[in-house]
């Protein structure tokens, strides 16, 4: 097996089994691997530290997949693929929705690999090319565990093109899904576009916040702001929302939207609209407003930016107020965690000039697990707030 030699005193994160290895940390490689074979990572001093697949061109230049002197077969992974759709069946936090992310990546001990299931399809989402290349053992494996009827593949072909793939999407098994997908998550239905939808087509890691927003909804005028198509508004209908309003930039988006939320009739409007410039204009007089903005800090560079244009959101949706208004923020980006979040949060009530409390603080849901081994892994943080004066 081809073996990468790490410069001296870089192997800390390997001892503490973090997932991915640098390219700064490596001195040499002794052959040449192909991109996504499976290698051996020594430390300076020549013990062997590591097993996973090789990403050239990737600043993560190693995906590790087994740590300490322990063999990795290729064929090694199947049992844990197998292993994390087992634990997604046996979770009662996971009960009462047929669409589910059955394997998180790192949190599932699988970096560069995401399976989201939708009713009988399956979504599949390799992110490496160790992945990819492995990906009909892996759909069999999958095929076999979860008895689905069809599996798409749509790589992450932004950070495959970085490596220098080109992977295209594809039907793994099955005949091409009628899309959308319905999918029934504890009594709401959605329409989820499979084939073209941001992400694998749905936001599952709201799930639980859904929920919350079904409990707060009662008697209230809603404003769900970056909408997509529409994953709270059908929930704060469900809890009994008086009326609500979608914001969202994208048409298709929308067009889903407008289906997912046509059993309201008038209590729901959907408008296609910049939700930053609305925003600006002032929050109306919503009593629950949802803000949930693409990830406005990809990179640790992005932060300062937006952290102000979080900040920016927040103020306006405290400013204006009435006493009482919730408010439910988040964001989606490991580089703003939820302590950086709730200092961005009081500072646009400071400057509102507003009382503000936290009510709740959210993450993803338990079918998006994170390991301690790799806390980057932690993306999502929400706050839910109340303006008292
Ligand atoms: N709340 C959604 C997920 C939101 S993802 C859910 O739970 O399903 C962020 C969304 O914001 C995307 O759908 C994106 O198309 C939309 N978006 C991005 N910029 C926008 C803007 N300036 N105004 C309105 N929507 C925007």
Avoid at 208 to 214: C, E, G, H, N
Avoid at 272 to 281: N, Q, R, S
Avoid at 362 to 388: F, I, K, Q, T
Wanted: net charge neutral; proline share 6%; glycine share 10%.
């Amino acid at each position: 097996m081809k073996t990468l030699v790490l410069q001296p005193g870089r192997d800390r994160s390997l001892r503490r089994r973090h997932p991915w290895l640098l390219s700064g940390a490596i001195a040499r490689v002794e052959g040449v691997p192909e991109t996504g074979e499976l290698v051996a990572v020594r430390s300076a001093e020549g013990e062997l530290l590591a097993h996973g697949h090789y990403e050239p061109g990737s600043q993560l230049r190693v995906r590790l997949l087994v740590f300490g002197k322990e063999p990795l077969e290729e064929g090694a992974l199947a049992p844990r693929l197998a292993a994390a759709v087992t634990r997604r069946r046996a979770d009662p936090l996971l009960a009462g929705t047929d669409a589910v992310r059955l394997v998180n990546a790192e949190g599932d001990g699988l970096p560069g690999l995401v399976v989201d299931r939708y009713a009988d399809v399956l979504v599949v989402r390799p992110s490496t090319s160790g992945m990819l290349q492995r990906i009909e053992a892996l759909a069999a494996t999958l095929r076999e565990a979860t008895g689905a009827a069809v599996a798409l593949l749509r790589p992450d072909a932004v950070s495959l093109r970085r490596v220098g793939v080109d992977a295209g999407e594809a039907l793994l098994w099955g005949a091409p899904p009628e899309t959308p997908v319905t999918i029934a998550e504890r009594g709401r239905c959605y329409r989820v576009d499979v084939q073209r939808g941001q992400k694998t087509g749905f936001y599952l890691d709201q799930r639980d916040a859904r929920d919350l927003v079904v409990a707060l909804a009662a008697g209230r005028r809603v404003l769900d702001a970056f909408a997509y198509t529409g994953g709270f508004a059908v929930a704060a209908l469900q809890g009994g929302a008086a009326h609500v309003v979608v914001l969202e930039s994208s048409q298709s988006a929308l067009g889903l939207a407008r289906e997912n939320l046509a059993f309201a009739g008038e209590r729901a409007e959907c408008i296609e609209a910049d939700a930053f410039e609305v925003l600006h204009a002032g929050a109306g007089d919503f009593d629950l407003v949802i803000l949930d903005p693409p990830p406005l800090a990809r990179r640790k560079a992005d932060v300062p930016r937006a952290a102000r244009a979080y900040k920016d959101l927040l103020l306006h949706a405290l400013a204006g107020a009435a006493p009482g208004r919730l408010v439910l923020a988040f964001a989606c980006s490991h580089h703003v965690g939820p302590d950086l979040f709730g200092k961005i949060a009081f500072g646009a009530a400071l400057d509102a000039g507003r009382r503000v409390s936290v009510l709740r603080e959210l993450g993803a849901p338990s079918d998006h697990p994170v390991s301690l081994d790799h806390p980057e892994g932690r993306y999502l943080s929400g706050l839910l707030l109340r303006v008292d004066g």
